[in-house]
Protein backbone atom coordinates (compact mmCIF):
# COMPACT_ATOMS: atom_id res chain seq x y z
CA UNK A 1 0.00 0.00 0.00
CA UNK A 2 2.84 2.80 1.07
CA UNK A 3 4.53 2.33 -2.66
CA UNK A 4 0.84 2.91 -4.30
CA UNK A 5 0.08 6.30 -2.16
CA UNK A 6 3.86 7.29 -3.02
CA UNK A 7 3.22 6.93 -7.01
CA UNK A 8 0.16 8.14 -6.46
CA UNK A 9 1.10 11.29 -4.39
CA UNK A 10 3.79 11.38 -7.20
CA UNK A 11 0.62 12.31 -9.41
CA UNK A 12 -1.05 14.48 -7.34
CA UNK A 13 -3.34 12.41 -5.93
CA UNK A 14 -3.12 13.12 -2.63
CA UNK A 15 -6.38 11.52 -0.84
CA UNK A 16 -6.11 8.07 1.17
CA UNK A 17 -6.72 5.10 -1.27
CA UNK A 18 -9.53 2.86 -0.40
CA UNK A 19 -8.64 -0.12 -2.22
CA UNK A 20 -5.93 -1.75 -4.42
CA UNK A 21 -6.93 -4.37 -7.11
CA UNK A 22 -4.75 -5.98 -9.92
CA UNK A 23 -6.18 -6.34 -13.28
CA UNK A 24 -4.75 -9.05 -15.29
CA UNK A 25 -5.81 -8.82 -18.84
CA UNK A 26 -2.88 -7.60 -20.19
CA UNK A 27 0.30 -9.35 -21.25
CA UNK A 28 3.26 -6.75 -21.09
CA UNK A 29 3.01 -4.02 -17.79
CA UNK A 30 1.85 -4.72 -14.51
CA UNK A 31 -1.52 -2.82 -14.45
CA UNK A 32 -3.80 -1.68 -10.86
CA UNK A 33 -7.12 -0.35 -10.75
CA UNK A 34 -7.00 2.08 -7.57
CA UNK A 35 -10.27 3.55 -5.39
CA UNK A 36 -9.53 6.88 -3.70
CA UNK A 37 -11.29 7.50 -0.04
CA UNK A 38 -12.98 10.44 -2.57
CA UNK A 39 -14.42 7.56 -4.79
CA UNK A 40 -12.55 8.44 -7.35
CA UNK A 41 -10.98 5.25 -9.97
CA UNK A 42 -7.55 5.38 -11.51
CA UNK A 43 -5.33 3.35 -13.70
CA UNK A 44 -1.82 2.62 -12.28
CA UNK A 45 0.32 0.72 -14.68
CA UNK A 46 4.08 -0.55 -14.44
CA UNK A 47 5.31 -0.64 -17.77
CA UNK A 48 7.74 -3.79 -18.71
CA UNK A 49 10.84 -1.83 -19.63
CA UNK A 50 11.94 -5.65 -21.04
CA UNK A 51 9.15 -4.97 -23.94
CA UNK A 52 9.33 -1.18 -23.91
CA UNK A 53 12.99 -0.28 -23.61
CA UNK A 54 12.33 3.50 -23.67
CA UNK A 55 8.86 3.81 -22.03
CA UNK A 56 9.76 7.87 -22.14
CA UNK A 57 9.07 7.27 -26.09
CA UNK A 58 6.08 5.73 -25.59
CA UNK A 59 4.44 8.49 -23.75
CA UNK A 60 5.70 11.05 -25.81
CA UNK A 61 3.61 8.89 -29.01
CA UNK A 62 0.66 8.41 -26.88
CA UNK A 63 0.48 12.34 -26.11
CA UNK A 64 0.70 13.10 -29.54
CA UNK A 65 -1.78 10.78 -30.42
CA UNK A 66 -3.99 11.35 -27.08
CA UNK A 67 -3.98 15.18 -28.56
CA UNK A 68 -4.78 14.65 -32.20
CA UNK A 69 -7.94 12.22 -31.58
CA UNK A 70 -9.05 14.46 -28.31
CA UNK A 71 -9.28 17.54 -31.04
CA UNK A 72 -10.66 15.33 -33.47
CA UNK A 73 -13.12 13.19 -32.42
CA UNK A 74 -14.08 15.11 -28.81
CA UNK A 75 -17.48 13.11 -28.22
CA UNK A 76 -15.08 9.95 -28.15
CA UNK A 77 -13.53 8.39 -25.06
CA UNK A 78 -9.84 8.96 -25.03
CA UNK A 79 -7.72 7.90 -22.64
CA UNK A 80 -6.11 10.43 -20.60
CA UNK A 81 -2.56 10.24 -18.51
CA UNK A 82 -1.21 12.65 -15.66
CA UNK A 83 1.84 14.65 -15.11
CA UNK A 84 3.83 14.48 -12.29
CA UNK A 85 4.75 18.04 -10.46
CA UNK A 86 7.49 17.48 -12.57
CA UNK A 87 5.90 17.29 -15.84
CA UNK A 88 6.96 13.91 -16.81
CA UNK A 89 4.67 10.78 -17.42
CA UNK A 90 6.07 8.62 -15.80
CA UNK A 91 7.23 8.06 -12.09
CA UNK A 92 9.61 4.79 -11.92
CA UNK A 93 8.06 3.66 -14.84
CA UNK A 94 4.77 3.72 -13.36
CA UNK A 95 1.99 6.06 -15.06
CA UNK A 96 -1.41 7.69 -14.01
CA UNK A 97 -4.46 7.40 -16.48
CA UNK A 98 -8.19 7.75 -15.92
CA UNK A 99 -10.22 5.06 -15.33
CA UNK A 100 -13.00 4.71 -18.13
CA UNK A 101 -15.96 2.35 -17.21
CA UNK A 102 -16.77 -0.88 -18.70
CA UNK A 103 -15.06 -4.05 -19.68
CA UNK A 104 -12.94 -6.30 -21.42
CA UNK A 105 -13.04 -9.61 -22.77
CA UNK A 106 -10.21 -12.09 -24.21
CA UNK A 107 -12.87 -13.78 -26.81
CA UNK A 108 -15.91 -12.68 -27.27
CA UNK A 109 -19.24 -15.34 -28.68
CA UNK A 110 -21.94 -12.18 -29.38
CA UNK A 111 -21.70 -11.74 -32.99
CA UNK A 112 -23.45 -7.85 -32.69
CA UNK A 113 -20.29 -7.31 -30.25
CA UNK A 114 -17.92 -8.84 -32.93
CA UNK A 115 -19.60 -6.70 -35.93
CA UNK A 116 -19.72 -3.40 -33.07
CA UNK A 117 -15.68 -3.83 -32.77
CA UNK A 118 -15.01 -4.25 -36.13
CA UNK A 119 -16.71 -0.59 -36.64
CA UNK A 120 -14.84 0.49 -33.76
CA UNK A 121 -11.42 -0.73 -35.05
CA UNK A 122 -11.94 0.46 -38.05
CA UNK A 123 -12.91 3.80 -37.04
CA UNK A 124 -9.95 3.64 -34.60
CA UNK A 125 -7.32 2.87 -37.57
CA UNK A 126 -9.38 5.92 -39.94
CA UNK A 127 -8.74 8.06 -37.43
CA UNK A 128 -5.13 7.03 -36.55
CA UNK A 129 -3.98 7.07 -40.01
CA UNK A 130 -4.27 10.91 -40.29
CA UNK A 131 -1.29 11.13 -37.87
CA UNK A 132 1.65 12.16 -39.90
CA UNK A 133 3.77 8.49 -39.32
CA UNK A 134 6.75 10.44 -39.16
CA UNK A 135 5.65 12.51 -36.26
CA UNK A 136 5.97 9.40 -33.96
CA UNK A 137 8.85 7.16 -33.32
CA UNK A 138 9.11 3.58 -33.23
CA UNK A 139 8.84 2.41 -29.57
CA UNK A 140 10.00 -1.32 -30.67
CA UNK A 141 12.98 -2.32 -32.57
CA UNK A 142 11.54 -4.30 -35.47
CA UNK A 143 7.82 -4.58 -34.12
CA UNK A 144 5.63 -5.95 -36.82
CA UNK A 145 8.83 -6.93 -38.86
CA UNK A 146 7.88 -10.52 -39.49
CA UNK A 147 11.18 -11.42 -41.18
CA UNK A 148 13.38 -10.24 -38.11
CA UNK A 149 10.98 -12.20 -35.53
CA UNK A 150 11.92 -15.63 -37.57
CA UNK A 151 15.40 -14.34 -37.75
CA UNK A 152 15.60 -14.16 -34.12
CA UNK A 153 14.27 -17.92 -34.11
CA UNK A 154 16.61 -19.17 -36.26
CA UNK A 155 19.94 -17.40 -34.15
CA UNK A 156 18.28 -19.71 -31.13
CA UNK A 157 19.48 -23.05 -33.49
CA UNK A 158 17.31 -24.62 -31.54
CA UNK A 159 15.11 -27.55 -33.46
CA UNK A 160 12.21 -29.07 -32.10
CA UNK A 161 8.61 -29.79 -34.42
CA UNK A 162 7.08 -26.34 -34.34
CA UNK A 163 10.54 -24.39 -34.83
CA UNK A 164 10.94 -26.63 -38.11
CA UNK A 165 7.17 -25.84 -38.99
CA UNK A 166 7.11 -22.54 -38.43
CA UNK A 167 10.29 -22.38 -40.17
CA UNK A 168 8.66 -24.12 -43.17
CA UNK A 169 6.28 -20.81 -43.25
CA UNK A 170 8.52 -17.91 -43.17
CA UNK A 171 7.85 -17.34 -47.07
CA UNK A 172 4.17 -17.37 -47.11
CA UNK A 173 4.21 -15.38 -43.15
CA UNK A 174 6.52 -12.50 -44.91
CA UNK A 175 4.69 -12.51 -48.13
CA UNK A 176 2.63 -9.04 -46.63
CA UNK A 177 5.40 -7.23 -45.63
CA UNK A 178 7.32 -7.59 -48.95
CA UNK A 179 4.41 -6.62 -50.76
CA UNK A 180 4.30 -3.51 -49.16
CA UNK A 181 8.45 -2.60 -49.42
CA UNK A 182 8.20 -4.09 -53.54
CA UNK A 183 4.91 -2.21 -53.95
CA UNK A 184 5.96 0.92 -52.36
CA UNK A 185 2.82 0.86 -50.13
CA UNK A 186 3.23 3.92 -47.66
CA UNK A 187 3.39 2.80 -43.95
CA UNK A 188 0.97 5.04 -41.64
CA UNK A 189 0.02 5.30 -38.09
CA UNK A 190 -1.51 2.42 -36.69
CA UNK A 191 -2.46 0.99 -33.13
CA UNK A 192 -1.12 -1.94 -34.11
CA UNK A 193 -1.57 -4.60 -31.16
CA UNK A 194 -5.56 -4.99 -32.06
CA UNK A 195 -7.54 -7.50 -29.95
CA UNK A 196 -10.31 -8.41 -28.01
CA UNK A 197 -9.18 -7.31 -24.96
CA UNK A 198 -7.81 -4.21 -25.88
CA UNK A 199 -11.25 -3.09 -26.90
CA UNK A 200 -13.71 -1.20 -24.01
CA UNK A 201 -17.64 -2.53 -23.61
CA UNK A 202 -20.14 -0.05 -21.84
CA UNK A 203 -21.75 -2.70 -18.97
CA UNK A 204 -25.12 -1.61 -19.69
CA UNK A 205 -25.52 -1.24 -23.39
CA UNK A 206 -22.60 -3.99 -24.53
CA UNK A 207 -21.55 -1.19 -26.92
CA UNK A 208 -17.52 -0.77 -27.18
CA UNK A 209 -16.76 2.44 -25.32
CA UNK A 210 -13.05 2.93 -25.82
CA UNK A 211 -10.07 1.46 -27.87
CA UNK A 212 -7.28 1.43 -25.20
CA UNK A 213 -3.49 -0.25 -24.85
CA UNK A 214 -2.12 2.33 -27.13
CA UNK A 215 1.80 1.84 -26.55
CA UNK A 216 2.46 0.40 -30.20
CA UNK A 217 0.72 3.16 -31.86
CA UNK A 218 3.52 4.04 -34.91
CA UNK A 219 4.09 3.69 -38.34
CA UNK A 220 3.03 0.36 -39.68
CA UNK A 221 1.17 -1.54 -41.96
CA UNK A 222 -2.90 -0.96 -41.44
CA UNK A 223 -3.55 -4.65 -43.12
CA UNK A 224 -1.95 -6.13 -39.89
CA UNK A 225 -4.06 -4.34 -37.67
CA UNK A 226 -7.10 -6.03 -39.73
CA UNK A 227 -5.28 -9.58 -39.52
CA UNK A 228 -4.54 -9.32 -35.46
CA UNK A 229 -7.88 -8.32 -34.66
CA UNK A 230 -9.41 -10.90 -36.98
CA UNK A 231 -6.96 -13.51 -35.30
CA UNK A 232 -8.32 -12.53 -31.79
CA UNK A 233 -11.95 -12.26 -32.40
CA UNK A 234 -12.31 -15.12 -34.80
CA UNK A 235 -10.84 -17.71 -33.05
CA UNK A 236 -12.94 -20.24 -31.21
CA UNK A 237 -10.59 -20.02 -27.43
CA UNK A 238 -7.70 -17.55 -26.41
CA UNK A 239 -4.62 -18.12 -27.42
CA UNK A 240 -3.78 -19.36 -24.00
CA UNK A 241 -5.66 -22.58 -24.63
CA UNK A 242 -3.92 -25.64 -23.76
CA UNK A 243 -6.72 -28.38 -26.09
CA UNK A 244 -5.59 -27.73 -29.28
CA UNK A 245 -8.62 -29.96 -30.65
CA UNK A 246 -10.97 -26.66 -29.35
CA UNK A 247 -8.27 -24.47 -31.44
CA UNK A 248 -9.73 -23.20 -34.72
CA UNK A 249 -11.62 -20.22 -37.06
CA UNK A 250 -15.31 -19.33 -36.50
CA UNK A 251 -16.21 -17.67 -40.09
CA UNK A 252 -19.40 -16.55 -38.26
CA UNK A 253 -17.12 -14.78 -36.45
CA UNK A 254 -14.84 -13.26 -39.39
CA UNK A 255 -17.35 -12.33 -41.64
CA UNK A 256 -19.23 -9.88 -38.38
CA UNK A 257 -16.18 -8.12 -37.53
CA UNK A 258 -14.82 -7.84 -41.42
CA UNK A 259 -18.31 -6.46 -42.31
CA UNK A 260 -18.17 -3.88 -39.67
CA UNK A 261 -14.23 -2.95 -40.50
CA UNK A 262 -15.26 -2.70 -43.80
CA UNK A 263 -18.21 0.20 -42.70
CA UNK A 264 -15.44 2.12 -41.29
CA UNK A 265 -11.65 1.32 -42.65
CA UNK A 266 -10.15 3.56 -45.34
CA UNK A 267 -7.51 1.37 -46.73
CA UNK A 268 -5.50 1.33 -50.45
CA UNK A 269 -6.75 -0.23 -53.49
CA UNK A 270 -3.37 -2.41 -53.33
CA UNK A 271 -3.94 -2.86 -49.26
CA UNK A 272 -7.11 -4.89 -49.81
CA UNK A 273 -5.95 -7.47 -51.44
CA UNK A 274 -3.59 -8.05 -48.77
CA UNK A 275 -6.40 -8.25 -45.90
CA UNK A 276 -6.66 -11.85 -45.97
CA UNK A 277 -2.96 -12.86 -46.45
CA UNK A 278 -2.26 -10.80 -43.36
CA UNK A 279 -4.46 -12.85 -41.22
CA UNK A 280 -1.91 -16.11 -41.53
CA UNK A 281 1.26 -13.32 -41.28
CA UNK A 282 0.27 -12.05 -37.77
CA UNK A 283 -1.08 -15.79 -36.72
CA UNK A 284 2.11 -16.73 -37.42
CA UNK A 285 4.09 -13.93 -36.61
CA UNK A 286 2.69 -14.41 -33.12
CA UNK A 287 3.60 -18.32 -32.60
CA UNK A 288 7.47 -17.43 -33.70
CA UNK A 289 7.38 -14.55 -31.01
CA UNK A 290 5.69 -16.79 -28.08
CA UNK A 291 7.81 -19.63 -28.96
CA UNK A 292 11.13 -17.11 -29.21
CA UNK A 293 10.09 -15.43 -26.18
CA UNK A 294 9.65 -19.07 -24.34
CA UNK A 295 13.06 -20.29 -25.48
CA UNK A 296 14.76 -17.34 -24.11
CA UNK A 297 13.14 -17.00 -20.83
CA UNK A 298 9.73 -15.51 -20.84
CA UNK A 299 11.22 -11.95 -21.26
CA UNK A 300 8.53 -10.30 -22.93
CA UNK A 301 5.46 -11.48 -22.30
CA UNK A 302 3.44 -12.01 -18.76
CA UNK A 303 3.66 -15.99 -17.86
CA UNK A 304 1.80 -17.43 -15.29
CA UNK A 305 3.83 -20.68 -15.14
CA UNK A 306 7.54 -21.30 -17.29
CA UNK A 307 5.37 -23.73 -20.37
CA UNK A 308 2.60 -21.00 -20.61
CA UNK A 309 4.36 -18.90 -24.14
CA UNK A 310 4.93 -22.80 -25.28
CA UNK A 311 1.35 -23.36 -25.17
CA UNK A 312 0.23 -20.16 -26.58
CA UNK A 313 3.24 -20.85 -29.35
CA UNK A 314 1.58 -24.07 -30.10
CA UNK A 315 -2.05 -22.64 -30.10
CA UNK A 316 -1.12 -20.06 -32.29
CA UNK A 317 0.49 -22.87 -34.87
CA UNK A 318 -3.17 -24.52 -34.59
CA UNK A 319 -4.64 -21.60 -35.80
CA UNK A 320 -2.65 -20.85 -38.34
CA UNK A 321 -3.67 -24.08 -40.28
CA UNK A 322 -7.05 -23.33 -39.52
CA UNK A 323 -7.02 -19.49 -41.43
CA UNK A 324 -5.13 -22.11 -44.08
CA UNK A 325 -7.92 -24.06 -44.28
CA UNK A 326 -10.33 -20.79 -44.76
CA UNK A 327 -8.64 -18.58 -46.98
CA UNK A 328 -10.55 -18.89 -49.86
CA UNK A 329 -13.53 -18.91 -48.25
CA UNK A 330 -12.34 -15.53 -46.40
CA UNK A 331 -11.33 -13.98 -49.50
CA UNK A 332 -15.12 -14.55 -51.40
CA UNK A 333 -16.36 -12.79 -48.70
CA UNK A 334 -14.21 -9.26 -49.36
Known sequence: MKIFS??????????????????????IHRTYQIQLMTGENYILQKMNTEAFQNPETVMENLQ??????????????????????????????????????GYSMKTCENLEQIHQAGQAFGAFQKAVSKIPAEALKSV????????????????LEIRSEETELLKSWQERACFVQEAYLKEKIPFRTVH?????????????????????????????????????????????????????????????????FTSGWME??????????????????VTVELAVRYLTDYLQGNLYFKTEFPEQNLIRAKNQIKLAEEILKHESEMENCL
Open 6 to 27: EISEAFGLYAQIRKIQPLNSGG
Open 64 to 101: IAGLYLKDSFPEKRILHFYQTAEGKYLYQNWRLMDCIS
Open 140 to 155: IPEFHNTKAYFQKLKA
Open 192 to 256: YDMKCSNLLFDKETNQPVAVIDWDTIMSGMPVYDFGDAVRSFASNVSSSERDLNLVGLDMRKFKA
Open 264 to 281: EAELLPEEKKLLIPSIFS
